[in-house]
């Protein structure tokens, strides 16, 4: 019998992560959950997933700002399922940086967070993903484009991710294919950006309405277990918000 694919998630435990997390279980991958806080959150998600399904979730934590979690991680989950078929770089950092305050720790956070761990989670994975012929999929955003305005440090890192991202496809091809999803207003922020905002976004989309972490979550699906003949792209989901930025 074929063993189902396997899927790292990086913060995976709540909000999109979760959804993400979710989608992937129910389409028959079995899902590493990666926190650094939100280990009750990480734990009772592996739970319920584990409950439906034996041996199907496990977790993993760990500061991405760290220089041996990348290889940590994936060798944990090569650990306990012998095999890596998806990476999902998801875990961000977010918060304003307005010119003129910004420091340089503010600047190492945004970057580790958002272009550095992704492309040395990507390079410990490497390996195991070519055996696989798997994928990784990138969360950016639609300001790696054009700029968030007072997110100077933060658009400009999502948008090495979204050049990482087509490095890779490079890089790593054949044998492991590489894109991104871009979101647009899914979730507001935990902080960073106030909520009176919200109107205002929604009045920019052309949907007119905000978008839900599961249309997230099935584009990244779609993206690791069915784009077969796709690589270095970057899929919005947006509600067409692009056109108005």
Not at 21 to 50: K, M, P
Request: aromatic letters at 6%; hydrophobic letters at 45%; glycine letters at 6%.
């Amino acid at each position: 019998m074929n063993k189902p694919p396997v899927v790292l998630v990086t913060g995976g435990a709540r909000r999109v992560g979760a959804a993400i997390v979710r989608r992937l279980h129910v389409a028959g991958c079995d899902v590493a959950i990666h926190y650094r806080d939100s280990a009750d959150e990480a734990t009772a998600l592996a739970r319920a997933l584990n409950e439906a399904r034996a041996d199907s979730a496990m977790t993993c934590s760990g500061s991405l700002s760290d220089d041996a979690t990348p290889a940590q991680l994936i060798d944990t989950v090569l650990d306990r399922y012998g095999r890596l078929d998806g990476l999902v770089n998801n875990a961000s950092a977010f918060y304003p940086t307005p010119v003129g305050q910004t420091t340089p720790a503010q600047w190492d956070d945004l970057f580790a967070a958002n272009a550095r761990a992704p492309f040395f989670l990507a390079q410990a994975a490497a390996p195991a993903l070519r055996d696989a012929r798997g994928a990784i999929v990138n969360i950016v955003d639609i300001y790696a484009e054009r700029p968030l305005a007072g997110h100077p440090v933060y658009s400009m890192a999502k948008a090495a991710l979204a050049m990482l991202t087509q490095a890779l496809a490079k890089e790593l091809a054949p044998e492991v294919r590489v894109n991104a999803v871009a979101p647009g207003a899914i979730l507001w922020p935990t902080s960073g950006k106030p909520e009176e905002a919200a109107e205002a976004l929604i009045a920019k989309t052309p949907l007119g309405r905000k978008g839900e972490p599961e249309d997230v979550a099935e584009a990244v699906r779609w993206l690791l277990l069915d784009a077969h003949y796709t690589t270095g792209q970057v899929v919005r989901v947006d509600g067409g918000r692009a056109l108005a930025i």
